[in-house]
């Protein structure tokens, strides 16, 4: 969800991007519970605009909603966390075949390419925080060049589950040169209409960050994030 940039953001969707920020700096810790209201209060809107905003975050995986009870912080166990790569994997590959179908130009993928180079000015610079935002912006872009709606849904959903296990183990990890790397090659593999590289390339990388991802919440012994 984006809110939109000609109007200020209504009362729900700072609610929604304000809740979904605690949960993934743990201010709102896993397994923890909060009543509407108390959240509320903490966001200084009303109960409406909360609960709108706990059911979106709800669809996405981050909380459950519960009758008279309010709202329980979900947590994600290094189990939960290979389901959602094993799923997320063979969204992501099906979109790269399918975009290296299309044949695209350089202007279709200039979204792709300029993600690329800014995730390498972010490793260059030491900068993970910067290099995690671009990370994003290049698996959406992929998807979205893939051109299928539902695809695109299922892994906006479940995106959000990476991101907030990526934002407690962003600076567990190396130095992601090798992440960027493989970027570029499936970026080419788009460019020069060869799917079965794209697919396989692209399959390669989301294997190797699923281990990488929870050995990292094994090692530092975050059964639940």
């Not at 810790?29 to 909060?34: L, V």
């Not at 998807?143 to 407690?168: C, H, K, P, T, Y």
Request: hydrophobic letters at 40%; aromatic letters at 4%; proline letters at 4%.
């Amino acid at each position: 969800m984006t809110a939109p940039s000609d109007k200020p953001p209504s009362n729900m969707q700072r609610a929604f991007f304000a809740l979904r920020d605690m949960i993934f700096s743990g201010e709102l810790a896993p397994g923890s519970d909060h009543l509407e209201s108390e959240l509320a209060q903490r966001l200084g809107v009303s109960r409406t605009p909360v609960r709108e905003a706990a059911l979106m975050l709800e669809s996405q995986g981050l909380l459950e909603l519960r009758p008279r009870k309010g709202v329980r912080i979900l947590p994600i166990s290094p189990d939960d966390m290979a389901e959602i790569y094993d799923v997320l994997t063979e969204l992501e590959c099906l979109a790269a075949r399918q975009a290296a179908g299309k044949s695209y130009g350089d202007k279709d993928l200039a979204g792709l390419s300029d993600a690329i180079e800014n995730m390498e000015v972010a490793v260059a610079e030491n900068n993970l925080e910067k290099w995690a935002q671009y990370d994003d912006q290049f698996h959406s872009e992929l998807v979205r060049l893939g051109g299928n709606s539902r695809v695109l849904l299922i892994f906006e959903m479940m995106n959000d589950q990476v991101r907030r296990a990526r934002a407690v183990t962003l600076f567990m990890r190396a130095l992601p040169v090798k992440s960027n790397e493989d970027h570029r090659r499936v970026y080419e593999a788009i460019k020069s209409g060869d799917p079965q590289m794209a697919h396989e390339i692209h399959r390669a990388h989301r294997q190797n960050a699923k281990v990488m991802m929870v050995e990292l919440l094994q090692k530092h012994r975050l059964l639940s994030i």
